[in-house]
Nanobody
Framework: QVQLVESGGGSVQAGGSLRLSCAAS????????MGWFRQAPGKEREGVAA????????DYTGSVKGRFTISRDNAKNTLYLQMNSLKPEDTAMYYC????????????????WGQGTQVTVSS
């Protein structure tokens, strides 16, 4: 079955960096759109970044543009999110998600989700 396992979260000070990874298994990874999402306490889950199956198309929510970079390694079935210049408002649980055709690529209608990894940014 489809499995998505996130790692790389942690606690950092504002201005710091983290690199999240998402290991995928149980499906043809290279055929699926992948996305990173986050959810802070009391807030709705929001799309952070998405990437096409080949990696040629990416998109970001406005608040992370220029700071975060999504990438994928189809040979390793792994998705990444490089997060630089982190801010306290980036604090959230971060999830990766997969779907063959998600519609709005930063929308939350992805079929498969990981369990999440916590990112905490202190000021």
């Amino acid at each position: 079955q489809v499995q998505l396992v996130e790692s790389g979260g942690g606690s950092v000070q504002a201005g710091g960096s983290l690199r999240l990874s998402c290991a995928a298994s149980g499906y043809t990874y290279s055929s699926y759109w992948m996305g990173w999402f986050r959810q802070a306490p009391g807030k709705e889950r929001e799309g952070v970044a998405a990437i096409s199956p080949s990696g040629s198309i990416t998109d970001y929510t406005g608040s992370v543009k220029g700071r975060f970079t999504i990438s994928r390694d189809n040979a390793k079935n792994t998705l990444y999110l490089q997060m630089n210049s982190l801010k306290p408002e980036d604090t959230a649980m971060y999830y990766c998600a997969a779907d063959p055709a998600p519609g709005r690529i930063l929308g939350t209608k992805y079929n498969y989700w990981g369990q999440g990894t916590q990112v905490t940014v202190s000021s």
